[in-house]
């Protein structure tokens, strides 16, 4: 069985730094298409981040310059680093993989991650 | 930026009866689109890819078709379990796209 768990959100000052993980199991993380999608509150969806299993990234113009999405094969978990956040990255995040690119198959249960002074 | 467009906002089905949910992209994403389902306080799961494609242990009742630039989701009976939001998402361009999503609601 598949397994994406996210940790790493909290409550975090306008500016602050955060480090989101997504632990697999049952998946491997280097061998297939990883993401990062974000729903800020009693809102829609939102594609933040890919990081295809060759290693290529792409990321919504949003966060482009201040996130960062990133693996450790030994780990066999994904990453995404948030610099200079703004209470605009307010939101549930959600780690996805699949096997398909550009489609998530499989979803972790999300990490609230809240900016405000 | 590919825009995704669902209609409508939201639709009031009885149970048993019939929905058809609609997607309009801005630009043809060819069949590079799927339907995911989100239910309060869970995650999206994904129901159908590649435009009419059911993933794994969606049930059949669940149905998707169209290319270029509209489609539709349909699920043929409603069950209990199916009344959600419902969201399309395009994969054909990076930026890629979710549309607004569609509330499905008991009538």
């Known amino acids: 069985e598949v397994q994406l768990v996210e940790s790493g959100g909290g409550l975090i000052q306008p500016g602050g730094s955060l480090r989101l993980s997504c632990a697999a199991s049952?998946?491997?993380?280097?061998?297939?298409?990883m993401y990062w999608v974000r729903q800020a509150p009693g809102k829609g969806l939102e594609w933040v981040s890919v990081l295809y299993s060759g290693g290529t990234t792409y990321y919504a113009d949003s966060v482009k310059g201040r996130f960062t999405i990133s693996r450790d094969n030994s780990k066999n978990t994904l990453y995404l680093q948030m610099n200079s956040l703004r209470a605009a990255d307010t939101a549930v995040y959600y780690c996805?993989?699949?096997?398909?690119?550009?489609?998530?198959?499989?979803w972790g249960q999300g990490t609230l991650v809240t900016v405000s002074s | 930026e590919i825009v995704m467009t669902q209609s409508p906002a939201t639709l009031s089905v009885s149970p048993g009866e019939r929905a058809a949910l609609s997607c309009r992209g801005s630009q043809s994403v060819s069949t590079n689109l799927a339907w995911y389902q989100q239910t309060p306080g869970q995650a999206p799961r994904l129901l159908i890819y590649?435009?009419?494609t059911r993933a794994t242990g969606i049930p059949g009742r669940f149905s998707g078709s169209g290319s270029g630039t509209e489609f539709t989701l349909t699920i043929s009976s409603l069950q209990s379990e199916d009344f959600a939001v419902y969201y399309c998402q395009q994969y054909n361009n990076w930026p890629y796209t979710f549309g607004q999503g569609t509330k499905l609601e008991i009538k």
């Open positions: 996805g993989g699949s096997p398909y690119g550009g489609l998530s198959y499989y």
């Open positions: 590649g435009a009419s």
């Open positions: 049952g998946f491997t993380v280097s061998s297939n298409y």
